[in-house]
């Protein structure tokens, strides 16, 4: 409320044109637009490769989490929302995704995870953050915030409808309290899909009108095609298709336009990101740090510290 949020505070000094665009497009599915990304494969593949051979695993997703993270240290202005027609600096680099739980009756049950990042963190921070979150939230037993709330709200007629409507309403006005807003994954700075885990094409998936989400990523499985290179030779390739959904208000596009340059650069050269990057910006009244993740000596293994 009056410009404070627990995750963020209002912006100040807009360009009008962009401050007008919530009037015209009060939610999000009203301003999503769509975008295509097919990464090359093959580069990807080889640094995972190597990185193996050195006994620390690391996946697709892990790469793209981190390149995102690093472009959002270069250009802060993505890292921002829109709620009650008003833009907000995020307080926080957030990324939430689902992942499948282990039943014990191979039924196909999901949870969700969220987890906070520093904008200085690499590729090796982010891979032990991943690990961690996920290791914390696959088992069926310990299956987190948001499907024990779900469960208990679920056993009593009407009272979904209720607890959602309540918290869209102190939501709007910034009335959330922090604790529960940590636990919901529909406020993040992205939300990422891997339908290539599971054997499914990308997807371009919407963002929520619920929480403050202003990105959505959908990975989907590896496509092999021909092409003709520059002597007109057929070649053999492999793209990693990535579908992405983004909220148009919340910058201009030409910024957007240096924030994709960033990631892609990035994940073209994942080496770039083992090394934390010189520089790292902030938006305005929203600097924010995270407590690095701890690695073991163990063969590359990493744990999160406590």
């Known amino acids: 409320m009056f410009g404070f949020r627990p995750e963020g505070r209002r912006v100040k000094g807009l360009d009008p044109i962009v401050q007008m665009t919530p009037y015209i497009m009060p939610m999000r599915c009203d301003a999503q637009v769509f975008l295509d990304y097919d990464v090359d494969y093959d580069p990807l593949m080889r640094y995972i490769a190597q990185k193996s051979r050195e006994g620390t695993k690391i996946t697709f997703m ?21 709620m009650n027609k008003q833009f907000y600096n995020r307080k926080e680099l957030t990324v939430s995704f689902t992942l499948l739980l282990e039943t014990g009756d191979d039924s196909i049950k999901e949870n969700t995870a969220k987890i906070f990042f520093d904008p200085s963190d690499t590729i090796f921070d982010v891979s032990a953050r991943i690990k961690a979150a996920v290791e914390a939230n696959r088992k069926e037993e310990t299956s987190g915030f948001v499907l024990s709330l779900a469960s208990v709200l ?8 209720l607890a959602v409507g309540v918290v869209k309403l102190l939501d709007r006005y910034g009335l959330c309290p922090k604790a529960l807003l940590d636990g919901l994954p529909f406020h993040t700075s992205m939300y990422i899909t891997n339908n290539a885990s599971i054997g499914l094409m990308r997807v371009y998936h919407h ?33 990693l298709p990535i579908g992405i959904t983004a909220d148009e208000r919340v910058c201009a596009g030409a910024v957007y336009a240096k924030f994709f340059a960033v990631m892609k650069h990035c994940i073209l050269h994942p080496e770039t990101l083992e090394t934390p990057p010189e520089h790292v910006y902030y938006n305005q009244g929203a600097e924010y740090h995270v407590a690095k993740p701890e690695r073991t000596a163990a063969a590359g293994s990493e744990t999160v510290k406590a």
Not at 65 to 82: G, L, Y
Not at 214 to 228: D, H, W, Y
């Open 62 to 82: 892990e790469i793209v989490i981190a390149a995102f993270v690093r472009a959002v240290s270069q250009v802060p202005e993505i890292n921002r929302f829109v």
């Open 207 to 239: 963002i929520y009108n619920f929480g403050n989400t202003s990105l959505f990523f959908g990975m989907g499985v590896p496509k092999r095609f021909n092409t003709v290179d520059a002597k007109g030779n057929v070649v053999r390739k492999c793209q």
């Open 154 to 161: 679920l056993k009593v007629p009407f009272l979904p409808n």
